[in-house]
């Protein structure tokens, strides 16, 4: 069903996009009572944009006033929507700086920073602080809104399907990092872009945060077991997802990569050429 109301002052929207499976849909999110803050332009889909559009002019009837639009992240299921949506509702967008350098800087009117407020007036005011989270994607914001303790997490966590952290886009000790900070503020309801409101997100964080860890010693063994000679990423996959299915080793493969930069970087593998290694002595 959509729209749907979360909380007073909260509502969800989601929408057909071109994610990764097995979700199907981006979530995007009226934050306010009064003056609303737009959460994720995602979907590219003309009937979905319509739709989008629809939701978001219909909040007026409410007495609702949106006035801007907010991305987490500059990833395509989460940004697909942006042109069409800024300028048909005539709102700004506010994201990161590395979100404005991949989408193009004249696209975001604000540039929001770690640390930073957003005041919502209305019957019960909300004050929305800006969360850096790098990980899964540079520049990545989640909202923390301290007072009825909700996050917005965007693609840090999703209550269907996993997270990817690929080389060159995110890092997985940064998301490490992440998890746990966001952990630390003791959220009682997560606002993920993908899947249901959680309403248990510390479990989720620390299901996260322990997971990973798991599959890092799993490709430490794999590392470890091809002895002197070490193997490549692909080599490894077999051997470190051996318990997932190989028709999703193409995206194990980026998660492995992820692993074996941090293990590198940790001291506890080695790279020769295209060959990682267990390290000497």
Known sequence: MRPREVAPGLSLFAARTPTLLPATHTNSY????????????????????????????????TGRRPFAIFATHYHPDHVGGVDVLARELGLPLWAHRETAKRIGA?????QLVDGEEIDLDGPAPQRWRVVETPGHAWGHLCLWEAEQRMLVVGDMVASEGTIVIAPGDGDMRLYIEQLRRLRAL????ALPAHGDPIDDPNALFDHYV????????????????AGAAGATDGELVPRAYADTSPSAWPFALLSLQAHLEKLVVDGRVRRRGAHYLAPAG
């Open 30 to 61: 009226a934050l306010g009572g009064r003056d609303v803050l737009l959460v994720e332009p995602a979907t590219p889909y003309d009937d979905e944009l319509r739709a989008w559009a629809e939701w978001a002019r219909g909040l007026t009837a």
């Open 106 to 110: 004249d696209k975001v009117a604000r």
């Open 186 to 189: 003791d959220a009682t309801l």
């Open 210 to 225: 322990a997971h990973r860890l798991a599959r890092e010693a799993r490709v430490l063994e794999a590392v470890v077991a």
